[in-house]
């Protein structure tokens, strides 16, 4: 590259889509591009969102769920975005763009990420309005502005994209009809054995397929709309909508006008580096033509052209792009289907094994070369194994078993053994990460988790196809390290959280020393009582100080407050939904006074007081209660808040009383102990003024009813949480929440959050919504049951302390000086209130001033 | 049966061996306001060491969990979670406090005793 004196230099991105994304990701991550300004023309409104997943627009998400640049993104490395002004022209001896608008844009290197459009056969009718394409969010608003008028849609095309949007289709609600012209759907990654299962499992879902038919002409009524699509058999079918998605063709007309090269098949032509012939311009993704000379219609191998055009830009060293594995796993239809290497056993002398059940709908072929190495296969109805079979046959090597145990059901299988993958095997596709970089990462950058490998490697950040084998290979490498992988809680139990919690969920309520003479060993630690502390009270074993169980629970449960940083306690009185009466900011207010204690506002609209010493407890909470206020869980891994907004009660926005059910819901689920803290917010309209959707749980106000958000976090590692359901009535949100809640504390780990359980969930939040609503494990009314017992038993723990003087007695400041205060814990003024004193700072004792006020007089001692 | 502590001098009595429950533990206050941290684990063993965690500065190590590590008893900082050995105050984490001193917890000579009958 040839490049003059200039100081920044230009670099212009032609187009917007996921590969262009990631060129922009790829190449903001290289140190050289810091010297470089970045302009990118888009065709879109939008920035960049996830065209594959268009069809969950049908299914309740949303346009923002799909985006795909991150916030502040294009901010913080000053990229020029210029949404809806494409480029039209490239003049490439001045070196500029011409956009739509007639702007002219400088460029020093040229990178065209056009994409493709939609293939549309050349016959009559197909501009009748009724007829779509589906590639864009404008495309499936259109299709779906149309669906809700319309009865019977047919898709033209029966491979990848035509089943996306056939699923789109039949989620609109529409009777459904995929014509295909091969003999088979998805004729390009599956056989005639895969197809046949697919199109059982389809057509049991009720959508209707024509194979071996092309579209001969779209039949218009005498409105000019469509009224159905002849087929070259010489069938006419009746629609209201035709979807064209048979394909796509490159977007080469900007490098065609320009005179460069592009292939017989279109795509611009590209080098190994993905170069086209003049050495500023680079094209990646669907347009370009790679050195292998085909054009790749995956996003996966789009993303790989993306991170080698970042290098060449950058003169980084790095492999090319020589071509791409088209392995594919995914999900149409609700239907599991994987194709990997090279499926149709072309190659000489492969020979197939296969197991087909059509009972069940599964369908696995492996292809052997004559070498026995596994060559390619294609799995429907159970992709199970997808993610061991597919490196090893991008591998190519021998196989270390018969194959026939690959494919058999697990039970037939007999002791297949672990299969070995080659450690030039390729686990990440998206990434194009070895097991051997894998293995490296953790043996040699002290990556000893998966979520560390994925930050070390990018493994497992594309698709997640790959990340249950690269928990297998992380928790292999780090066996054979010597390192401890044991999925126990801690040296005295080998069990995990869930297992725990299923051994006292069946065997009944157990003591945690009968627990640890049974399941474990030692004496305990700060791991494992707070944690079976935490599953006896979740399964409703009385009060949490009761007898052996108050030895168990980490010191803020054991004091039912919350310790601070120099030995004293904050108090938070329980404020459900935020909601508080005058008298009742009285009240706090007095006894903050009284007992000279720091107050703040908390984020979970609560008022915390800080200060108190352990003996002051006591007396600061039969105030509360005699006020009726219970101390409310700041801490603990329990249920904290419901926050919420004042709703349709008072807010012009409003479209539902969300203060109310926030109450509700605060008290149906205080005290609840769980595996960590709970968050859960409620708010009013969908402007999202108590930010539903950075809590665990989370309920946006629709005019229909309520939209249940999980899984969401603030914190360390924000997350935006996920719609399980949308427009529920009270009753059957409160019973999904009732059995997510309940779901999470059977199978969660010791201190995973919501957010990090529903990553790591397998099935993720599909396998979520079948079990919380449509009980696809059949355990629901068990849940329900578990949740009535919390709800029935719930007893206000402070007010239970007060009453048993037995429990009082550990309210004291020395066993040997009850009454006395404690000497070391020590404050001083600051803002006309209390802090804790610093090491060497003059400063009082807490209850010096409290006395004075004469607080002790009027109430109980313990 | 009462529980006590030898300051140095003498045998301080300083609660009912009834006070404590297995597992936990209590504060108690020296004569020279110093405090120690006393526990009784559930086989009935007592300990007494510094309340006062070397790594917060704050009182808190009587509000401690005690478990196990290994063979060794110990006793979890309620603060930042530190273990330390009970049987020589050693914290078995990190080796040293934050103000650059050996993070080794002071042990209390403790016993439970029948004041009544030594009365």
Redesign the interface.
Known sequence: MTLDDRTVRDLVLVGHGMVGQRFLEAWTEQPAARGWRVTVLAEEPRPAYDRVHLSSLFDGGTVEDLALCPTGFLAEHGIDLRLGDPATAIDRAGRTVTTRSGVEVRYDVLVLATGSVPFVPPVPGTDAPGCHVYRTIEDVDAIRAEAATAGTGVVVGGGLLGLEAAGALRAGGLATHVVEFAPRLMAVQVDDGGGAALRRKIEDLGVTVHTSAGASGVLTGPDGRVRGLALSDGRELPADLVVFSAGVRARDQLARDCGLPVGQRGGVVVDDRCRTEDPAILAIGECAQAVDGRVYGLVAPGYLMAETAARTIAEQEGEGFTGADLSTKLKLLGVDVASFGDPHGSAEGALDVLYSDSRSGVYRKLVIGSDGALLGGVLVGDTEGYGVLRPLAVAGKPLTVAPEQLVLPAGFAGAAGPVALPDDAVLCSCHNVTQGAVRAAVRDQGADSVAAVKKCTRAGTGCGSCLKQLGTVVTEELEAAGVSTGKGLCEHFAHTRAELYEIVRVTGPASFSELLAEHGSGEGCEICKPTVASILASLGNGHILDGEQGALQDSNDHFLANLQRNGSYSVVPRVPGGEITPEGLIVIGEIARDHGLYTKITGGQRIDMFGATVDQLPFIWRKLVDAGFESGHAYGKSLRTVKSCVGETWCRYGVQDSTTLAIELELRYRGLRSPHKLKAAVSGCARECAEAQSKDFGIIATAAGWNLYVGGNGGMTPRHADLLAADLDRETLIRTIDRYLMFYIRTADRLERTSVWLERLEGGLDHLRAVVLDDSLGIAAELDELMARHIGGYRDEWAETLADPERLRRFSSFVNAPGTPDPAVTFVPERGQIRPARPGEASHTLNAPVLVAGARLEVLTP | MTVQIHDGTRW????SLA?L????G????LPD?G?VA?FR??AGELYAVDN?DPF?????LS????????ER??L?S??Y?Q?YDLTDGRCLDEDTAPDGTPAVLRRWPVRAFDGEAAA
Do not use: E, F, N, W
């Open positions: 301080q009595t300083v609660c006070d429950q297995p597992g936990r209590v504060a108690v206050l306001a405090q006393l684990d559930r006062l917060s500065g704050a009182p808190v509000r401690g969990l005690i478990g196990s590590r290994g008893p110990t979890i309620p603060m979670k273990v």
